[in-house]
């Protein structure tokens, strides 16, 4: 059967599936739109935040990115998995004990201030907003290249599935997916990456190939091999990376605590009953986490391989039908410099005649491999539930903030459950408007955006959170001052070396301690703990019952009953 | 109920230093040294960065949840 044929008999088996489950779960009250009613089993939980999570970010660009940083890709591997520690030691019991329904009601409550809880309700609509416009983009590239539908048809139809189920069945709805969707995808993104590693070393696990040997007859390691090909083609060794040591450490920081910051994970911790469930889940999400986040890197390694071994110095037109295929899309152009119709793909920009998008090294990586059509049709379905799922968890973060952390706590406190519910629908439905435009009309922001988010949660959230929860005296002005300036610096600092200065002014040499935009996130958060501390040594203790509700949560039992006194 | 507490906390310190040793100390630190062993195919400070790291990660969250776990009933401050 075509590759055609097969994608839409899978993607349509896939959309039905999460139509169905979205029919199922519907959400009748408040709890249930916003956690699910809190019944959710750890293990669901875990692997509904394990699809929250992995963006189409995560299954579609991070294998390629990788494959053309090498060592230095361990920034992403490292920086999104490590955070799920932060999440499961210093937050998720914590919060899950104090049992409210959003991240700004924490911080609303915890400091005892509208203040607090609208800067928080700020930071969670600019993050969620800017990560969801992503997600809807990378669902309509998927349908344009896969089943040749208009990339703007593509979001629709995108917009629609998400619509359905996050309107109508809100967290509870949204979780039952996400379980369903996190299997498509982590099935997708194995069974070529396990074809691949049984042909180029005879390994059924891919974290086993990745250090394993060839079976080409050489006897060579793999990433020996890999080492040698690129430094051939001038580009640094695969094992050792080009960017300097304080960078990688900065820039693994901020996406480890912004990872912790992020309010669409955070949430996932108030579905479930106990605070031991909660710390339980934080474990079961890395673990499927995990499965992904350690076969990327030897997907990388092994597409580079195969790339370079296919066209390094080889006749143009003795390419492979993928080859031809891949550049009518624009992802791989050729051009013949020297015209001796053969491909120098090298370090060098003057000399190099090829440019390969990253996003190619997972989509093509199946025909690159000479894969079976259904295993290339599976990709294209992996690749929509990564971005369906986590642009339904965001849209819920949106349509939270709006409906109880504006409306409910500030505006109109008096709103009936019933009218709140309206509320949250209605806000739902205009967030995946919103982001469907988003998708249709992209700013050219929205990519170098994305990466920032991060930054910005690191910054703003995360030690707010910490500090109300290890230090107790920690009060309102410590906090909204420690906030407000660790944004304001991280920022200013993204905006002033991203969109105005010269791009090539943005060299190390001109940051602060060579730490790279990408990486600032970390020092905003430092900045943040500095000024929150110092400034809160000025101002009275928080009240003796904020004092008590810091008590209260270190401690789980009495769980049961949250989320009652709302 | 303040030693429950502490205890906590020194969970927290020593699993936070082995998450910190492994990420950013054999990861990024020292993976320069570490490269000069080999782990089947892997140079050691590589493996660390893109592997190794993320298995600690797993095994201390697994850790965490036993070790407090246990507390929360010899403190007798567990969920019934």
Known sequence: ?566 | MQSYWKKNLTYLVILLLVWFTVSYGFGILLAPYLDTFHLGGFKLGFWFAQQGSIYVFVIIIFVYVWLMNRLDKNYDVDEK
């Open chain 1, 1 to 566: 059967m075509e590759v055609q044929t097969w994608t839409y008999i899978i993607v349509g088996l896939t959309f039905s599936l999460y139509i169905g489950i979205a029919l199922w779960a519907r959400a009748g009250s408040t709890k249930e739109f916003y956690v699910a009613g809190g019944g959710v089993h750890p293990i669901a939980n875990g692997l509904a935040t394990a699809a929250d999570w992995m963006s189409a970010a995560s299954f579609i660009s991070m294998a390629g990115l990788i494959s053309f940083m090498g060592y230095d890709g361990a920034v992403y591997l490292m920086g999104w998995t490590g955070g799920y520690v932060l999440l499961a030691l210093l937050l998720a019991p914590y919060l899950r004990k104090f049992g409210k329904f959003t991240v700004p009601d924490f911080i609303g409550d915890r400091y005892y201030s509208d203040v607090a809880r609208t800067v928080a309700v700020v930071c969670a609509l600019f993050v969620s907003f800017t990560y969801v416009a992503g997600q809807m983009r990378g669902v309509g590239v998927v349908f344009s290249r896969f089943l040749e539908v208009d990339i703007n048809l593509g979001v629709i139809i995108g917009m629609c599935i998400v619509f359905f189920y996050a309107v109508l069945g809100g967290m509870k709805g949204i979780t039952y997916t996400q379980v369903a969707q996190y299997c498509v995808l982590i099935f997708a993104f194995m069974v070529p990456a396990i074809f691949i590693s049984i042909q180029l070393t005879g390994e059924i696990l891919p974290q086993m190939g990745f250090g394993g040997k060839l079976i080409d007859g050489s006897g060579n390691f793999l990433l020996d091999k890999l080492d040698g090909l690129n430094e051939e083609l001038g580009f640094a060794a695969y094992t050792s990376g080009s960017k300097s040591m304080q960078d990688v450490f900065f820039i693994t920081a901020a996406l480890m605590v912004g990872t912790a910051g992020l309010p669409h994970v955070i949430v996932r911790f108030f579905t479930v009953p106990k605070v031991k469930d909660a710390r339980i889940s934080g474990g079961y999400a890395l673990v499927f986490i995990a499965i992904l986040y350690t076969t990327a890197p030897a997907i990388a390694a092994f597409a580079r391989t195969n790339l370079i071994t296919t066209v390094s110095n080889q006749d143009y037109v003795a390419m492979p039908e993928w080859f031809t295929k891949w550049e009518e899309t624009g992802l791989i152009a050729f051009e013949d410099k020297n015209n001796d119709g053969k491909i120098q793909y090298v370090a060098d920009k003057g000399t190099n005649e090829l440019t390969i998008d990253r996003d190619i090294m997972v989509l093509a990586n199946p025909e690159i491999a000479d894969l079976p059509n259904w295993v290339i049709a599976l990709v294209a379905a992996g690749g929509l539930a990564a971005a369906l799922s986590t642009a339904a968890g965001l849209l819920l973060v949106i349509s939270t903030s709006v409906s109880h952390d504006l409306i409910k706590k500030q505006l109109k406190p008096d709103i009936t459950e019933k009218g709140e519910l309206i509320w949250a629908r209605i806000a739902a439905a205009v967030a995946i408007i919103i982001a469907g435009l988003f998708g249709i009309f992209p700013p050219g922001f929205v990519a170098q955006v994305v990466a920032f988010a991060f930054g910005l949660a690191a910054a703003s959230f995360f030690p707010a959170i910490i500090l109300g929860i290890f230090n107790k005296k920690m009060n309102k002005e410590g906090a909204i001052a420690g906030m407000v300036t660790g944004l304001v610096f991280t920022l200013s600092y993204i905006i002033y070396f991203k969109f105005i200065l010269d791009p090539a002014e943005n060299i190390p040499s001109n940051w602060i301690f060579g730490i790279s935009p990408e990486g600032i996130g970390t020092f905003g958060m430092l900045i943040n703990f500095v000024v929150s501390l110092i400034v809160a040594r000025f101002y009275p203790e928080p009240p003796e019952e904020v004092q008590n509700l810091v008590e209260d949560i270190r401690f789980p039992r009495g769980a049961g009953a949250a989320a009652e006194g709302h």
